[in-house]
C-alpha cells in the first residue's frame, strides 16, 4: 500500500475563515476507495494506492483564483500548500505528493504506481502499444518491463510507436528471449489496444500531448488527469 497525496482546487467554492486555513492549513480528506495495480517481473506484486487530497477554494475574497491567483496572494498558497503536505506527510504517511497543474507548484514526479494504476485499468488485453524516450537506455526498459511484466504470459503483440533507442531494442530482445514475442514498429496507435506511452518524462509532465483516441492511453499525463478526476469525483460525492 502507497499513500499518495494530492492537491487541487475546489471550483465554485469560496475560501471561509482564511485566518484559521493559514493557522493550520487545507483540510485533508482520505478517498473512500484504494485504487489496485500489478508491478514487477514475474506475475509482479500486487499493491494498492490510496488517495488523500486537500483542495484550495476557488475564490478568496472578492477575486477569482486563476492563473494570475487573483484574490489569493501567491505567497499565501505556497505557504498554505506547504504546510498542508508537510501535515500530509507526517500525519498519513504520504510519500508521494502530486499537484494540480493550475496551482502552478513544482510537483514530484508522477509515481510509478500511478502508471500501473492506470494499465491495470485497462485489463483484459492481449496486445499493447508502448513509446519509450528516444534516450532511453537500460533503466527506461527496466521500466517498462516492471509496467508490462504482469501481463506478459497473456501479450500476444507489443507494438512500438515512436523512435527506435537502446531502451527500444533491449525491449525488443528481452520479450523475444523471454516469451517469444515479436516486437513490431508503427507510425500509429492501433485503436483496439492501450498505449503506454512512458515517453513523455523527458519533458514537463504537464505538456499537452495529442490524444490518440485508443481503447486506453496511458502516460504521466494521462495518469495525473485521472487522478484529478478521482478526486473530483470523490469530493463531489462527499459534498453532495
Known sequence: MINIFYMGIAYGVWGKEIRRLKKDGL???????EFPYLWGEGRGRKGRVQIYYA??????????????????????VKALLAQTAEKAAVGFNCRELLCSPALR??????????LAVCLYRQR??????????RDGGEYQMQHAVELLSPYLTRIRQVVLKGDDSEASRMLEQYLYEEFGIIMIRSGAADP?????DLSDGEGNIYERRENPGSRGYISRVEALKFLDTAVKNGYNTEVN
Open 27 to 33: 483540510p485533508i480528506q482520505k478517498m473512500g476507495r
Open 55 to 76: 483542495l484550495l477554494p476557488e475564490y478568496q475574497g472578492k477575486g477569482k483564483f486563476s492563473g494570475a491567483l487573483k484574490g489569493w496572494k501567491p505567497e499565501i
Open 105 to 114: 507548484q513544482n510537483p514530484e514526479q508522477v509515481p510509478e504506481e500511478l
Open 124 to 133: 483484459p488485453f492481449d496486445r499493447l502499444c508502448i513509446s519509450l524516450p
Open 192 to 196: 483496439g489496444m492501450p498505449w503506454l
